[in-house]
């Protein structure tokens, strides 16, 4: 599937970014960077829109499927 392009407006079937987001987190041992993620969506199934996976993103910690664990910045001094 990699560097197949897909037609303008042409769709997945419903839920299936999300089951691949899924399948992706459980893959990795349940912890992943969206980064990494972005570049697995685009490079497996050509997935390239980084708004739209955000969505998902929300979607799935709204239904308690994922948890977004924030990055610890550098402490102030």
Sequence with gaps: MGG???ARGERRKSGE???NII????DNGGSF???DLRDHLREEFNIRETRGIKNHLKDLEEN???RKIPN?????L
């Excluded at 399948?23 to 459980?26: C, G, I, Q, T």
């Design 4 to 6: 197949k392009r897909r």
């Design 17 to 19: 970014t999300k089951w």
């Design 23 to 26: 399948k992706y987190a459980l």
């Design 33 to 35: 960077r969206e980064s």
């Design 64 to 66: 308690g499927i994922l």
């Design 72 to 76: 610890r910045g550098l402490s102030n």
